[in-house]
C-alpha cells in the first residue's frame, strides 16, 4: 500500500488565551495542499512490530520516536495488528508549518485502517490522531477546516481555493512550537480567521493575520523579506502557515520565482 499525504496551510492563526494544560486555545482555518507530498509505503510483514525505514529529506530523529511509528504502536497496542514493514520517502520540509510529519502519522492511521480491515469510522480515526497530536485529525479527512481549541476540534468550512496558484518558500530557518508560542501575547481578536476566509482572497491582505508573524519576523528578518518578496511577486496574499518557517503566497496567475529566493526549498503548484 502506497499513500501521498498532503501538507497543509494556515490562512490566519489567532492564539486566544492560555489553557490550563500549557496548551493554547486557538482558532485557525487549515487548508490541504496536495500537490506537496510524503510518499508512504506500507507492506504486512510476517515480524512482529514495525520495521521503519525513510530516504529523502533527513529525519532527524530515532525511528521510535517518528510520528509513523507512533501511529503504527497505537493501532497495534489498541488492535492487536500484526507486523509491517514502513518506508516513508521525506519531500515535506520539517520545521515549516506545513504539518508534513502530522499528515504522515494521519496517514499511518489511514492506511492501517484499510491493510488490517479494521472497518473504522472517520470519527475515531480523528479520535486516535488527537493522541498523537494537535494538527493530526486534520489529515484523517485533509478537507479545509476551522481548527479550534488546541488545532484538533475541526469544523469543515465552504472554502475553495481551487484553481489557485500558490508558492511556498522554506528557508533553512528552524522554528520549534514552543519558540514560536513564548514570543506571543494572546488575545481575542475582533473577527476571527473564519469569519474572514468568507471573504474575497483580495480583502485577506490586511485583516487575515498569523499571530506568530509579529515576534518571529523581529527574530528572523528573513522571514519577513520573503513575506514581501512575495507580495512584490503579486501575490494577493501572503503568510507564514503555522509556527514557521515556511512562508506562501496564493496567485491569480503562474509566477516567475526570482533569483534571490531559489536558494530556499521552494515548492511551485495549483491547489485543488
Not at 504539518?99 to 472517520?122: K, M, P, R, W
Not at 484553481?163 to 528552524?174: A, E, L
Amino acid at each position: 500500500m502506497i499513500t501521498f499525504p498532503a501538507s497543509k496551510i494556515n490562512l490566519g492563526l489567532s492564539i486566544l488565551n492560555r489553557r490550563e494544560d500549557n496548551y493554547h486555545n486557538i482558532q485557525t482555518v487549515m487548508y490541504p495542499v496536495e500537490g506537496l507530498t510524503d510518499v508512504i509505503e506500507i507492506l504486512k510483514s510476517d515480524d512482529s512490530g514495525c520495521q521503519f525505514s525513510s530516504s529523502g529529506l533527513i529525519v532527524d530523529c530515532q525511528p521510535h520516536k517518528n510520528l509513523c511509528v507512533k501511529a503504527y504502536e497505537l493501532m497495534r497496542t489498541r488492535y492487536g495488528l500484526g507486523g509491517v514493514k514502513m518506508h516513508l520517502h521525506k519531500k515535506v520540509p520539517f520545521g515549516a508549518g506545513l504539518g508534513g510529519g502530522s499528515a504522515d502519522a494521519a496517514a499511518v492511521l489511514n492506511g492501517l485502517n484499510d491493510l488490517f480491515e479494521l472497518h473504522l469510522y472517520a470519527e475515531n480515526l480523528r479520535s486516535l490522531a488527537a493522541e498523537l497530536g494537535s494538527d493530526i485529525p486534520f489529515f484523517i479527512d485533509s478537507q479545509s477546516a476551522v481548527a479550534s481549541s488546541r488545532g484538533e476540534v475541526l469544523q469543515p468550512v465552504g472554502l475553495s481555493l481551487a484553481g489557485v496558484n500558490i508558492v511556498i518558500i522554506k528557508p533553512d530557518i528552524f522554528v520549534s512550537t514552543a519558540e514560536a508560542y513564548s514570543g506571543v501575547i494572546p488575545y481575542v481578536p475582533q473577527i476571527f480567521p473564519s469569519d474572514i476566509v468568507s471573504q474575497p482572497i483580495d480583502c485577506w491582505r490586511d485583516r487575515l493575520v498569523n499571530d506568530f508573524e509579529e515576534s518571529l519576523f523581529v527574530k528572523f528578518p528573513l522571514l519577513r523579506e520573503i513575506k514581501e518578496q512575495l507580495y512584490e511577486m503579486g501575490a494577493i496574499y501572503a503568510s507564514m502557515s503555522g509556527s514557521g518557517s515556511a512562508m506562501f503566497g496564493l496567485f491569480s496567475d503562474d509566477v516567475s520565482i526570482p533569483d534571490c529566493l531559489k536558494n530556499h526549498f521552494i515548492y511551485s503548484g495549483v491547489l485543488g
